[in-house]
């Protein structure tokens, strides 16, 4: 993370799953990344070799081609209890940027955010869990750059079992993490865990 601040847990608050606690929808949970979309055990191995960083710039847009993701990005700050801030429950095609973390292509580990649904379905990130290694993200800076980043891995977590560390920490080159809700489901009290996709950066237009 950069320096500006920390945000261990932060993503816990993310969602809940509304819908599927409404209609009782277990059936139609989002999807689940399999194990060959994980991270190898030993040294990480990247799907392509990585670009220099780019210097700050706030995101606007992100696209995920294959999930059919587009989406604007706004900025989150921390709640009172050190969570991190969601984008309005009420949209669901909206992506949400750590505004004190590292901007996305800029040196360091960028963390953006967003509901997996909400009261009336699916929302932006449903399908994160279907990505697989190679997959682009694309986000559009304010700066007139759009990030290109390849996608290393895509894991679920637990809540008692997040790594904090490994989605946070620091980077020596441009990161990218996305997250949402996801692993097991209940009705009383939603998502029990976390989807991930790790990415870097490979490419400026």
């Known amino acids: 993370m950069s320096s500006k601040g920390t945000v261990w847990g932060m993503v816990a608050a993310a969602c809940v799953g509304i819908w599927l606690v409404q209609n009782g929808a277990e059936d139609v949970t989002p999807p689940v990344p399999s194990s060959a979309e994980a991270f190898a055990a030993g040294p990480q191995r990247h799907t392509a070799p990585a670009a220099a960083p780019l ?3 706030a995101p606007v847009r992100m696209r995920i081609p294959a999930i059919e993701v587009d989406a604007p990005v706004m900025r989150l700050g921390l709640g009172a209890d050190g969570s991190l801030d969601v984008p309005p429950a009420g949209n669901r095609n909206m992506a949400g940027w750590y505004k004190d973390g590292t901007p996305p292509g800029a040196r ?3 963390i953006v955010a967003g509901h997996v649904d909400n009261a009336q379905g ?3 990130f449903y399908a994160l869990g279907a990505l697989k290694k190679g997959h682009r993200v694309e986000v559009d800076r304010k700066d007139g750059r759009t990030a290109v980043f390849a ?4 894991e679920v977590y637990e809540n008692e079992d997040f790594p904090d560390r490994k989605v946070y920490g620091a980077a020596d080159r441009a990161e990218l993490r996305v997250i949402t809700c996801g692993g097991g489901f209940s009705k009383k009290t939603g998502y029990q865990g976390n989807v991930v996709a790790y990415a870097h950066l490979i490419g400026v237009r």
């Open 108 to 110: 360091g580990t960028a």
């Open 151 to 154: 996608v290393d891995a895509v």
């Open 122 to 124: 699916p929302a932006v």
């Open 55 to 57: 210097g700050p710039s």
